[in-house]
């Protein structure tokens, strides 16, 4: 059976002072209860780079920094999943920051925005849900592949990997800087519930 999968991507910026473990760096990271310390080491490194936020100072000084924000980005998303071997990743310029609005366009039979180059588009033909690897002109299954969901199915699952964000935002994101500062952690958990649950 399909399902989907929060994920964040491409975690490649420069560590920060305060992250003491060595982290080997992977692509693609799953977000859930269930997430490493390494996990978590990576969501991070990859929220403060691609935000731009000083990691040369004190853990402290570089938090505030970041709660000071507005919004973020953090690329990533929502991956659709046919098995482990088949799969869609949100692509460049798509960030989990955009959880909401993707779960809103699939709710409305809409097409929402997760990326470019390649482009994945949603399509919809009565109860059924296709989503593409990329938008061209000829589809081309050799090329440009798909994975089908019936609607309920997709949306079943989409309410499960809200669930999954949550479990990370709660468990082992909260955990790994609770450990460090207790105020920091709950101010960071609910200003993540605000920057990608809204």
Known sequence: ????????????????EWITNEVTREEIIFLSAESSEQDVELFLILLFGYNHINIE?????????LLKQEEVVISGGIAFFEDESKYILPSCCCGLEDFSNVIDSILNKQSPWM????????????????????????IDSNVNFHIQYSHKELIDSLN????????????????????????I??????????????
Not at 1 to 16: A, F, G, L, N, W
Not at 57 to 65: D, K, T, V
């Open 115 to 138: 990326g470019h180059d390649p482009t994945p588009v949603i399509t919809y033909i009565g109860d059924q849900v296709c989503v593409w690897q990329d938008d061209q002109e000829t």
């Open 185 to 198: 952690a709950g101010t960071m958990r609910d200003r993540m519930k605000q920057w990608i649950m809204k």
């Open 57 to 65: 100072q004190s853990f402290c000084l570089s938090f505030n920094e």
């Open 160 to 183: 499960k990997t809200r669930k999954e964000i949550q479990g990370f935002i709660e468990g082992p994101l909260y955990e790994w800087i609770n450990k460090r500062d207790k105020e």
């Open 1 to 16: 059976m399909s399902y989907t999968r929060p994920v964040i991507i491409e975690p490649y910026y420069d560590k920060p």
